[in-house]
């Protein structure tokens, strides 16, 4: 498999040459580079395959997919598993006080911070075998690789299985990264309860992982995931080079009018709370069309009082959910909202109220690692483009504590958090292929 598709890559390179002719000199450096490069080393997909659908034994559904909560016992059986493998492959295991699992490979120069790889190992009560499991799973696989082909690298590596990313049985969400990223106190996490009022602190200790390895510098952090929404799938597109997570800001919008008869009230002096909401929702849209770098916006809920249809509506309940890919353009987009706002009250005589409940920035991958995954996409053949994450990752909380990156392989019908999650072997070998790639970028060969 490995022999054929590098002889079929050199093969339409020499022919493409042969077409352009050997008159142009870049040609035939391009040429000769590429035909004297060593030969890319590549993944074990048939072992990649196998290691998932083990892993999809534990928790299974069914339908086919896995439930395996976080710090149940059957979670217990899938760390327990990743753990055996990673001492199998010789790696050192560390586990801190969220239970969050590291798997290490030393490196020749022991005082450079580890290049991590990771994801996490539970999942939703009705979940898929690969949400997670593929980025931790790819990560080990990447190891067992270099194992097998006796590469030494120059910074350590880690594998990393990250507790509680799904935020089902206990909140809130990516808790093991935003605990080791330092964004939630530990203290008052371990106090989070199940609904049988289990808190993480007992739950850990149950299952055995209330490590107490302490946190460490990482010099970067790869997450491989399937993509959980249908654009590489729809576009033929084998790998997405996530350039980082939307960054989200949600309001609470109030409209006070008046209520009044809708015969003898006259238009002009209506104070009509519901046309003023109508006003607000279609700048919603515009906004969100007219400003770049991804926005979103969204009206998703609304309450009309008195809701009644011969009076004119005095009060509108709205929410809007904004989101970008750079803070700055998130800004502006709430400030052109406040301009339409303003002038929503003064032309239709009602007064707005908009308030803040949810802000969350977003996160912009390193560069350098965002061009390495593009880069092993393209010397590997695979067809890949830029994408942005709309859901959150553990990636997220370790982008604010080291250089990050996400590859993401396509899904069916970008269908996830579902036992029906389904992606092909080619496809996930493709995604740990380009992780391979950008891992041995940054940690260096020794
Ligand atoms: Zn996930």
């Known amino acids: 498999?490995?022999?054929?598709?590098?002889?079929?890559?050199?093969?339409?390179?020499?022919?493409?040459?042969?077409?352009?002719?050997?008159?142009?000199?870049?040609?035939?450096?391009?040429?000769?580079?590429?035909?004297?490069?060593?030969?890319?080393?590549?993944?074990?997909?048939?072992?990649?395959?196998?290691?998932?659908?083990?892993?999809?034994?534990?928790?299974?559904?069914?339908?086919?997919?896995?439930r395996r909560l976080t710090l149940s016992d059957v979670d217990r059986q899938g760390r327990d598993l990743f753990v055996r493998w990673c001492t199998e492959a010789g790696l050192a295991i560390e586990v801190d006080r969220i239970g969050n699992v590291f798997a290490r490979r030393p490196g020749t120069d022991a005082a450079l911070p580890p290049v991590a790889m990771g994801s996490h190992l539970d999942s939703q009560p009705s979940g898929g075998k690969f949400d997670g499991a593929y980025g931790v799973m790819a990560g080990l696989e990447v190891l067992r690789t270099l194992n097998d082909a006796g590469i030494r690298t120059r910074a350590p590596l880690e594998v990393v299985s990250w507790t509680n990313e799904e935020g089902s049985r206990f909140v809130p969400t990516l808790m093991g990264s935003g605990v080791f990223a330092g964004v939630f106190p530990l203290e008052s996490i371990y106090e989070s309860k199940d609904v049988d009022g289990v808190t993480v602190r007992d739950a850990l200790k149950q299952i055995g992982y209330a490590g107490n390895a302490a946190s460490h510098a990482l010099g970067a952090y790869f997450e491989a995931h399937i993509e959980q929404g249908p654009v590489l799938e729809e576009t033929k597109t084998t790998i997405g080079v996530v350039l980082g997570a939307l960054g989200q800001r949600w309001f609470d919008v109030a409209i006070a009018g008046q209520d009044s008869h809708a015969g003898p009230t006259p238009m002009e002096t209506r104070k009509d709370a519901l046309v003023a909401a109508s006003r607000l929702v279609l700048e919603v849209n515009r906004i969100a069309t007219a400003f770049p770098d991804y926005a979103r916006g969204t009206v998703g809920f609304m309450q009309v009082k008195p809701n009644s249809r011969n009076v004119v509506p005095g009060e509108v309940r709205m929410t809007v959910d904004f989101r970008n890919a750079k803070d700055k353009t998130l800004s502006a987009m709430c400030d052109e909202l406040d301009v339409s706002i303003s002038r929503v009250e003064k032309e239709l005589r009602v007064e707005i109220e908009k308030k803040q409940v949810v802000y969350f920035p977003p996160s912009e991958f390193a560069a350098d690692l965002v061009d390495s995954v593009r880069a092993g996409s393209k010397a590997l053949?695979?067809?890949?483009?830029?994408?942005?994450?709309?859901?959150?990752?553990?990636?997220?909380?370790?982008?604010?504590?080291?250089?990050?990156?996400?590859?993401?392989?396509?899904?069916?019908?970008?269908i996830s958090h579902n036992e029906l999650e389904s992606a092909r072997a080619e496809d996930l070998a493709a995604g740990c292929n380009v992780l391979l790639q950008a891992v041995l970028k940054k940690a260096g060969t020794a």
Not at 6 to 31: H, N, P, T, Y
Not at 38 to 52: D, F, H, K, T, Y
Not at 384 to 406: F, K, L, Q, W
């Open 381 to 414: 053949g695979y067809s890949h483009r830029d994408i942005v994450s709309g859901a959150a990752h553990d990636a997220v909380y370790m982008a604010r504590v080291a250089p990050t990156a996400m590859v993401f392989v396509p899904c069916e019908g970008g």
């Open 1 to 66: 498999m490995r022999a054929r598709l590098l002889w079929k890559a050199s093969e339409e390179v020499s022919i493409f040459d042969w077409i352009a002719g050997i008159c142009s000199a870049s040609v035939v450096e391009r040429r000769f580079s590429v035909k004297f490069a060593p030969a890319m080393l590549q993944i074990n997909a048939e072992r990649l395959w196998a290691s998932l659908m083990e892993l999809a034994r534990i928790g299974a559904t069914p339908k086919g997919g896995v």
